[in-house]
């Protein structure tokens, strides 16, 4: 089954509770909350602050993608703050085995993300250890950009990896993702869509996220 993820960072923060009501009502699997510090990424967004009111306004799981350094000093803050899965980029952090064993002490799923340009032999020593891997198909920082084709390559030797590694881990994409190429990218080997702008940046949430879920089970189709 595909798993949508929609993400606040294209949300109406004016409505955030109502918006997220809209895409619960409507089917969303997790809330995708993007945690951004100005250094990492060239982007300042939210903190546990936020993922405590997120908590408030729905039952689904709080899927929290950390793109800030040292992202260790933060986990217990977010896992207090009530996120269920935390996921870390390897750049960020001098000891990402330990980090990820922090993120399930604190009762929260672990999961590792990878930019465009990182490699998966970074994660090739802790694939067996998380929960998730998210592939980043845009550099990030920014909703609302366009996605790099190449990532359909890279989810499919993610797979195999995962495979060879007999890692329990779910894929997760993130960036660049809407009807026009998610049966592609569920064809490729995702189980989780991120999705900000095509989500929250149409005129109709949940009827946009409904076509994400039509257009992904098509791919889901194609690979069966
Ligand atoms: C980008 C974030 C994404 C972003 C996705 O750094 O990690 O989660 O919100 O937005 P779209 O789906 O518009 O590319
Ligand atoms: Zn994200």
Redesign the pocket.
Known sequence: MVEIAP?I??ADFRRLGEQIATVERAGASYI?V?V?DGHF?PNLTVGPFVVEWVRKATKLPIDT?L?IENPENFIGAFARAGANMISVHPETTYHLDRTINQIRQAGCQAGVVLNPATPLAMIEEVVAEVDYVLL?S????????KFIPSSLDKLRRLRDLIRMKFSPARVEI?????PDNAAEVVAAGAEIL?????VF?AENPAEALKDLRRAAESGGRVLA
């Open positions: 993400s960072l294209s995708h993007d951004m990424v993608h793109m980043m845009v550099n990030p920082g920014f909703s609302g950009q993130d960036g660049g993702v809407g991120v999705a900000g702008s095509a940046g």
